[in-house]
């Protein structure tokens, strides 16, 4: 698929991704939204987000983001659904079941493709490389460049996670090759912290256990540990991953309290464990070393009902 051979004469082009969204939703998204603007500069183009974090916001034309979902677009000529199927885009799925063209570009493999026109490549490492597939490269220029790195970079975590192929790796050259600072962008999205955030990120390794002879860790954070130290959802990233780094762990889970005995559980896998398969029991998703969903009970109650799946894959592997 190519991007240019769908558009037609649509005048007016809606974009959205999942619902509270990632790097790699955020950096598709506005790659797409920064090649569409430079390119067919005629066409409106609005793209549709939940608040993003703050830390993504150097992306250019991020402030554009409408969170409100607000539009006086009556029906979109074309909507393109990224990194996630219709069913995900929250307030968005109701432009894009109105929308005359729809177009579904994503690398989950749970998603077999909502949209008139799909590209769902599972194998590759994340929705912004594919947006690399899909456009024009001859059109590239470093903004656009610069949310794709950002996108494929939070996905394969700085190129170290299994779904890095040597395409990527090719990608993530050529788009570097644009002239912004990477290595900035790296320290920006990874490694830089507020003091809040790693406070709490201190309390959720302190209070974590160790279970299974020690090849599975949780931790949990609930409402009033998050009221504590003011800290929001998004200040809670790469936790799940820090408690992955622990020495003989297979599987991580990592949750935090979102209502009355509801919680928002991520889960890790050094390969041992399929998670995603774990995930989708409980209506959520993923990947096979990365995925999360939604779970309700007490922290040991979501514990107990994860591990007896953990457990399950890897006794079958011994």
Do not use: W
Request: charged letters at 25%; hydrophobic letters at 35%.
């Amino acid at each position: 698929m190519k991007i240019d051979d769908v558009i037609g004469d649509a005048r007016t082009i809606g974009i959205s991704g999942h619902v509270r969204p990632d790097g790699d939703c955020i950096g598709s998204c506005m790659g797409m939204y920064l090649y569409l603007r430079k390119t067919y500069p005629q066409i409106r183009v609005d793209v549709f987000l939940q608040e993003i974090p703050e830390i993504y916001k150097f992306i250019k034309d991020s402030d554009q983001i409408r969170s409100d979902y607000s539009t006086d677009v009556d029906r979109y000529d074309l909507f393109i659904a990224l990194d996630a199927g219709k069913e995900r885009l929250g307030e968005a799925e109701r432009f894009f079941d109105a929308a005359v063209k729809t177009v579904n570009i994503d690398h989950h493999v749970s998603n077999s493709g909502t949209g008139d026109e799909n590209y769902i490549v599972p194998q590759a490492s994340s929705a912004s490389e594919l947006v690399t597939d899909v456009i024009d490269m001859g059109r590239m220029d470093e903004d656009i460049a610069e949310a794709l790195y950002m996108g494929i970079i939070c996905d394969t975590g700085v190129f170290k996670y299994s779904n890095t192929s040597p395409k990527t790796m090719k990608v993530g050259a050529e788009l570097i090759s644009y002239g912004f600072d990477f290595g900035r962008l790296i320290d920006s999205v990874f490694y830089e912290k507020t003091y809040n955030q790693n406070q709490i990120l201190g309390r959720a390794l302190l209070e974590s256990t160790l279970f299974m002879n020690g090849r599975c860790i949780a931790s949990a954070v609930t409402r009033q540990t998050m009221e504590f130290y003011q800290a929001k959802s998004s200040d809670l990233e790469g936790i799940v991953s820090q408690l992955m780094l622990t020495s003989g762990v297979d599987c991580a889970i990592f949750m935090y309290e979102t209502g009355t005995q509801e919680f928002k559980v991520s889960l890790r896998s050094g390969g041992s464990v399929n998670v995603a398969e774990i995930a989708q029991l409980f209506g959520g998703g993923g990947h096979a070393r990365a995925a999360g969903c939604t779970m309700n009970g007490t922290v040991y109650d979501v514990i107990n009902n994860l591990s007896r799946y953990i457990e399950q894959q890897l006794e079958s592997k011994e």
